[in-house]
């Protein structure tokens, strides 16, 4: 039986004026947000994905669809403390978490070690198993226009009973 596996995910939303800014569960001081249903945390939706996708257990848009008024700005967390219960009943565990923001503003160079510290929490792992990586879009594309952000992750899972 396999005992190792890998998910990835990958999200966008857009920045406009009116809503905050909430990366990796951390509420960022800038003078726009992320358009979403939910709080729409990019960072959280795309770590999500990748979760769900190493255990083999479909997209955030299916388990949490943008339709479904419960979810109406739901805070993030909720989707990634519901999906990590999915992962462990299904015998899983999460063995480390790699990520990387793209964002032309705000600068995140100073907000990345909050972000890795509040994901590690989140997640129940040694701050060490988790990286969080910032990219700027160059100025060119929706990210260097400062129109969006985006977001990748990778997740490594484990058999917790191998
Ligand atoms: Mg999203």
């Not at 729409?40 to 996708?53: E, K, P, R, S």
């Not at 070690?113 to 910032?134: E, F, M, S, Y």
Request: hydrophobic share 45%.
């Amino acid at each position: 039986m396999t005992t190792v596996r890998v998910g990835i995910g990958h999200d966008t939303h857009r920045l406009v004026e009116g809503r905050p800014l909430i990366l990796g569960g951390v509420r960022v001081a800038h003078a726009r947000g992320l358009a979403g249903h939910s709080d729409a945390d990019v960072v959280l939706h795309a770590l999500t994905d990748a979760l769900l996708g190493a255990a083999g257990l479909g997209d955030i848009g299916d388990a949490y669809p943008d339709t479904e008024p419960a979810w109406k700005d739901a805070d993030s967390r909720l989707f990634l403390r519901e999906t990590l219960a999915r992962l462990n009943r299904a015998g899983w565990r999460v063995v480390h978490i790699d990520v990387i923001i793209f964002a032309q503003e705000p600068k995140l160079g100073s907000i990345k070690a909050d972000i890795r510290t509040n994901l590690a929490q989140l997640l129940g792992l040694d701050v060490g198993c988790v990286n969080v990586k910032a990219k700027t879009g160059e100025h060119v594309g929706s990210i260097g226009r400062a129109e969006a952000l985006a977001c990748q992750a990778v997740a490594l899972i484990e058999r917790i009973n191998p």
